[in-house]
């Protein structure tokens, strides 16, 4: 869309499609940017950047479907440590890989940032000499944490995209010197705000998206250890998603029923 928007004004004005063809321009623009991106940045950073790029090409991680299969677990957990105490999870959350509870949402078990982070609050939960407001301040920091780690990568970008028009005046000054064109300037701006720019801007959503889960999770938990029961405790976590992603009541009771059925080998 960047692409066919811009050069089919620039061509619908009267412009020639060879002049944009700069292969020296762009490497002064984007092999100076890249310089400057790892130079100015820690490996660790390079690393969670490179990481995380092809992320912008994937499908988002969490559906409604996926949802439901976390919070049916969450159900699950709350409703065995009702009945029969909170010790009881002392098995599944050791080793949730071993766990017959766990094993039934493959989901959960797959993103083992979110697993450990059921699993800690859980072994809190269970250890007693806890309250809501001891465990909801760490659950604070452990969530902004984590959306600070996420925003790494995207803040790399977003710098690199900052410094992209500069680098093109410096071409542009480069043309000016030897072909009179401004080709440069052109280029970086375009390379700042149609690309690079975006690409922060998609990578600091999915962070902000990939943080939900955690805020469910935190919903819930804090619930339960406020009184409320599981089936309350998991609206609490159903609530809290957009509603892009949150299923309806029904979905969530249908779930919540399924959990009291054998499921099928």
Known sequence: MVIG??????????????????????????????GAFVVS?????LKKTIKAIPSCFKSGGYTKEKYLELIALLYELLQKARKEGMMSLEADVAAPEESVLFQK???????????????DYL???????????????LMDEELATH??????????IQKMADGLPAFGIVAAVMGVVHTM?????????LLAYGFIGPVADLLNA????????????????????????????????????FTADRPSFQELDD???????????
């Not at 949402?105 to 699993?119: A, E, Q």
């Not at 779930?255 to 080998?265: D, E, F, I, L």
Request: charged content about 15%; overall charge positive.
């Open 147 to 156: 959306h600070a780690e996420a925003s790494v990568a995207a803040n790399a």
């Open 206 to 241: 999915k962070g902000r998206a990939e943080a939900k889960p955690y805020q469910c999770v935190k919903a819930v938990l804090l619930a339960s250890l406020s009184g409320y029961a599981p089936p309350i405790a998991v609206e609490f976590g159903r609530k809290v998603l």
């Open 41 to 45: 940045n820690p490996t660790s950073t």
């Open 5 to 34: 928007s811009v050069i089919g004004s620039f061509v619908g004005v009267g412009g020639h499609l060879p002049a944009l063809v700069q292969p020296f321009e762009l490497l002064c623009i984007f092999g100076a940017a890249i």
């Open 105 to 119: 949402y493959s989901h959960v078990l797959k993103d083992h940032h979110l697993l450990d982070f059921i699993v």
């Open 255 to 265: 779930a919540v029923r399924a959990t009291k059925m054998p499921k099928s080998a």
């Open 181 to 189: 064109g401004l080709v440069g300037t052109f280029l970086g701006i």
């Open 123 to 137: 072994r809190m939960m269970s250890g007693g000499n806890v309250n809501v407001l001891e465990v909801q301040d």
